[in-house]
T-cell receptor
């Protein structure tokens, strides 16, 4: 079945760039998503990338997609303390989303 | 983006009682709604998919008699946890997809259920 994997933790200093990685097994999806979850809250869609794109930039966010290696990454430039949260990549399969385990990003001042 | 409202945000109930959680799409018609469960420090696990006017499709291992899902209208789906037990304590999140043909799912803010 579909499998989406992420590293569990990432710690960076304020102002540095953060790179969160994700690998997936199924390559038929049209989109791949990144969601952000703050403590005790639901999920907020951060950005997405079409499967026919290699890169998408949206302000401080850059998404890179390597379809050959089935690897997706999210780069956050100039990381701020407010970026501290759990980040999930998600692969839509028939409308339902298959989530990675989530990467907990900790930003130290 | 579209708004999905989930209610209540948190609930504490006694063991053996039932709890209903509502998921509403406020500014669009949601033909499909999804219910997820999330344990602390873990990912979201899909419980079931509901389409308006039809029976929900449950994922393997999810008891349909325990987690009753109703999607009676294009803007409302409910999840009822029947005869709740402490092991049902969790964070439940719904998401909704519109009828416009897009693949984006919008999430509610989640409901923290604690069974004592």
């Amino acid at each position: 079945g579909e499998d989406v994997e992420q590293s569990l933790f990432l710690s960076v200093r304020e102002g540095d760039s953060s790179v969160i990685n994700c690998t997936y097994t199924d390559s038929s999806s049209t989109y791949l998503y990144w969601y952000k979850q703050e403590p005790g809250a639901g999920l907020q869609l951060l950005t997405y990338i079409f499967s026919n794109m290699d890169m998408k930039q949206d302000q401080r966010l850059t998404v890179l997609l390597n379809k050959k290696d089935k690897h997706l990454s999210l780069r956050i430039a100039d990381t701020q303390t407010g970026d501290s949260a759990i980040y999930f990549c998600a692969d839509p399969q028939g409308g339902k989303l298959i989530f990675g385990q989530g990467t907990e990003l900790s930003v130290k001042p | 983006g579209a708004v999905v409202s989930q209610h209540p945000s948190w609930v504490i109930c006694k063991s053996g009682t039932s709890v209903k959680i509502e998921c509403r799409s406020l500014d669009f018609q949601a033909t499909t709604m999804f219910w997820y469960r999330q344990f602390p420090k873990q990912s979201l696990m899909l419980m079931a998919t509901s389409n308006e006017g039809s029976k929900a499709t449950y994922e393997q291992g999810v008891e349909k008699d325990k987690f009753l899902i109703n999607h009676a209208s294009l803007t409302l789906s409910t999840l009822t946890v029947t005869s709740a037990h402490p092991e049902d304590s969790s964070f439940y999140i719904c998401s909704a997809m519109g009828s416009g043909g897009g693949t984006e799912a919008f999430f509610g803010q989640g409901t923290r259920l604690t069974v004592v």
